[in-house]
């Protein structure tokens, strides 16, 4: 009967029902958080745990494999922000418009790609990107009277390659959350605007880009965390975890070489404390820079 009558408590109803959420909350991330910072200290091999303090962040300090991680994490992160904010926005501003006819097939082919699988999606663009002169690309540079070009084999052309995978598959998706915040916009804005001789570049301006700060925000946010953890699209783009000079490793592709490969997984646990770090530290500034706390303390 006590049990009963928990059940049927409206003072334990709410904690009843975020119960399920807690136990999978603690179960998958707080406590692999948790054996994640103590193995960091550990050396792990096979049968064999040994504590050695501060050895692996010192490792990391002094690793230029590491640091070519980090300098390809990042380049990639900024570049996608750069690319995945402003284009998915403008296409959003123009499927709210009037000026697109048949809006459904046009946001079910931009938001098609990201329900390809990124495996399909990194050995299709391989393809397209291979050196050969058979490769698609080369044969749109062959069209224009250009010679071919090693794609994924020199540092720039390859992280063109990596963009333009990111872009083909996540354009559709930010354009539906932008498009989604301009439903949100009280319309009489524009007409006021409207009638008061407004350009259309200046409702954009004062009315679409400021009102549509909240969504641009959390764009931004996942848009870090997922710059900073991408991984799949560079194996599949190099058949592998291996790239010329590394050009295309990340941080979670260097996590993963030295956990899974290599089975160092205390190195590997510092490697991704170091990542989940840089993503905090990076998420939090942007926030401050754009006021979400003052705000939320207002």
């Known amino acids: 009967m006590k049990i009963k009558r928990i059940f049927y408590s409206q003072k334990a109803a709410p904690f009843l029902f975020v119960l399920p959420f807690l136990l999978s909350f603690t179960v998958f991330w707080i406590y692999p958080l948790f054996s994640t910072v103590k193995m960091s200290f550990q050396s792990i091999l096979p049968g064999q745990i040994e504590w050695i303090g501060l050895t692996n962040y010192e490792k990391l300090l002094k690793d230029t494999t590491f640091h070519t991680a980090i300098r390809n994490s990042l380049t990639y992160m900024f570049f996608s922000i750069a690319l995945l904010i402003p284009f998915p926005m403008l296409f959003a501003v123009l499927m709210d418009s009037n000026l697109v006819k048949a809006k459904g097939l046009w946001k079910g082919a931009l938001y098609l790609p990201a329900l390809t699988s990124v495996v399909i ?7 397209m990107f291979s050196e050969l002169p058979t490769g698609q690309m080369n044969v749109f540079l062959n069209i224009l009277g250009k010679a071919p070009i090693p794609w994924l084999k020199e540092k720039g052309f390859a992280m063109c390659a990596l963009l333009t995978l990111c872009c083909w598959r996540w354009t559709g998706v930010n354009m539906l959350y932008f498009l989604s915040g301009l439903k949100s916009i009280d319309t009489t804005l524009y007409e006021s605007a409207s ?3 407004a350009s259309a570049w200046n409702k954009f301006r004062y009315i679409t880009i400021p009102l549509l700060r909240p969504t641009t925000v959390y764009v931004l946010t996942i848009s870090v965390y997922a710059g900073l953890s991408m991984f799949l ?6 058949a592998g975890n291996s790239s010329p000079k590394n050009i295309g490793l990340t941080i979670v592709g260097y996590l993963y070489k030295r956990g899974i490969e290599k089975n160092q997984m205390g190195y590997a646990s510092a490697v991704g404390l170091t990542l989940l770090g840089m993503a905090l530290i990076i998420n939090v500034v942007q926030l401050i820079l754009n006021g979400t706390f003052k705000k939320e303390e207002n």
């Open 121 to 127: 999606s990194g050995t299709l663009f391989r393809l």
């Open 195 to 197: 009638i008061d001789g």
């Open 233 to 238: 699209e560079s194996f599949m783009l190099w």
